[in-house]
């Protein structure tokens, strides 16, 4: 099956936090690859991957990257499909660089940017879910079964109050 999702990172040290977003999507049987392109390291990868992305036969990309973190915003310069930044942490600065590095876009170029980390993988991987469940039912029902299933996870626990 073609890939309708990238899982694009800067670097292969970003490949624990991204798996996460990785696994939701193998769980939900979507076809998507995974890319390591740096928009400092690799540019012109980077610019080839952004400008085919879309004939290519992609609808949603997600994009992680740490530090002075570009990827997701190169990235979305270059492609009108959808981008959503994943903001890596990092030692120095805990990963706010990479959060306001990925999140400051200027007027025009949206980078719909999620939470630092682990948990920012796995809710872009759930965002991506939603956007495809536009215009497909099959994912729309999961969707419902896996808010469905958040809901029950909190009522134990407020049970034991
Ligand atoms: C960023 O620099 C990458 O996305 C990564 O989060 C960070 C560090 O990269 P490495 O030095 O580990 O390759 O471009």
Do not use: C, Y
């Not at 292969?12 to 999507?25: F, H, N, R, V």
């Not at 998507?32 to 036969?57: C, D, Q, W, Y």
Request: charged share 25%.
């Amino acid at each position: 099956m073609k890939p309708i999702v990238a899982i694009v990172m800067g670097s292969d040290s970003d490949l624990p936090i991204m798996d996460e977003a990785a696994k939701i999507l193998e769980d939900n049987k979507i076809a998507f690859e995974v890319k390591i392109l740096s928009a400092h390291r690799s540019p012109e990868g980077v610019a080839k991957f952004a400008k085919t992305a879309r004939r290519s036969g992609l609808k949603v990309i997600i994009a992680g990257a740490g530090g002075a973190a570009h990827l997701a915003g190169v990235i979305a310069s270059l492609t009108t499909l959808p981008v959503i930044g994943v903001p890596m942490e990092t030692n120095e600065l805990k990963g706010i660089d990479s959060l306001f590095s990925t999140v400051q876009m200027p007027s025009g170029v949206p980078v719909a940017t999620v939470t630092i980390g682990k948990t920012g993988a796995k809710n872009a991987a759930i965002l991506a879910l939603e956007i495809l469940s536009i215009w497909d039912k099959n994912i729309e029902k999961k969707l419902e079964t896996f808010k469905k299933a958040l809901a029950e996870s909190v009522r134990p626990k407020n049970k034991k109050l």
